[in-house]
T-cell receptor, first 112, second 114 residues
């Protein structure tokens, strides 16, 4: 079983819709969770970080964490064509020296 | 300011060349990282430096040699690379190596080995 799994994608949504990106992780020692956005040919850019159960909102983005279910998600409201990118879920496991475990990424396409 | 800079942006080298990638951050971060990313794949950790000391080496071949001259700089020395080493090389930094510390990535160096 992969340590961090994401929707295989690609995910296509119309402009203005809600995009839902999901991530599950296997290690219960996971303590912090990150969503990065990566445009083609560019480097990962932090979108959200979340450390405790519940929702965290930042503008059009909401991260949700459920440690009991080992599940973290990212919702993008009012999706825009500029949101089209690959979204990487990353997990930091306690006592691993700062090592981030990445999922394979979900490619999102927002159609005008 | 959460800026990590990397030079060069692009690098083309032959298999017998020696070159270096450079990374710099001025955020006072004490942990710095090198990642390698192939197309359509997530970043793969190569090395972690903490307080200027190498703390993690993910079994990277010796043709990649990291160096941390001071707390703001991280280099990756390249020698006798193979074409399969062609990739995007990413540097990142974080406040420390604590699990809650966010890693900020630089723009990357696109490396092509001929």
């Amino acid at each position: 079983q992969k340590e961090v799994e994401q929707n295989s994608g690609p995910l296509s949504v119309p402009e203005g819709a809600i995009a839902s990106l999901n991530c599950t992780y296997s290690d219960r020692g996971s303590q912090s969770f990150f969503w990065y956005r990566q445009y083609s040919g560019k480097s990962p850019e932090l979108i959200m970080s979340i450390y405790s159960n519940g929702d965290k909102e930042d503008g059009r983005f909401t991260a949700q964490l459920n440690k009991a279910s080992q599940y973290v998600s990212l919702l993008i409201r009012d999706s825009q064509p500029s949101d089209s990118a690959t979204y990487l879920c990353a997990v930091n496991i306690y006592n691993q020296g700062g090592k981030l475990i990445f999922g394979q990424g979900t490619e999102l396409s927002v159609k005008p | 300011d959460t800026e990590v800079t990397q030079t060069p942006k692009h690098l083309v080298m032959g298999m017998t060349n020696k070159k270096s990638l450079k990374c710099e951050q001025h955020m006072g971060h004490r942990a710095m990282y090198w990642y390698k990313q192939k197309a359509k794949k997530p970043p793969e950790l190569m090395f972690v430096y903490s307080y200027e000391k190498l703390s993690i080496n993910e079994s990277v071949p010796s043709r990649f040699s990291p160096e941390c001259p001071n707390s703001s700089l991280l280099n990756l020395h390249l020698h006798a690379l193979q074409p399969e080493d062609s990739a995007l090389y990413l540097c990142a930094s974080s406040q420390d190596r604590e699990g809650t510390d966010t890693q900020y990535f630089g723009p990357g160096t696109r490396l092509t080995v001929l």
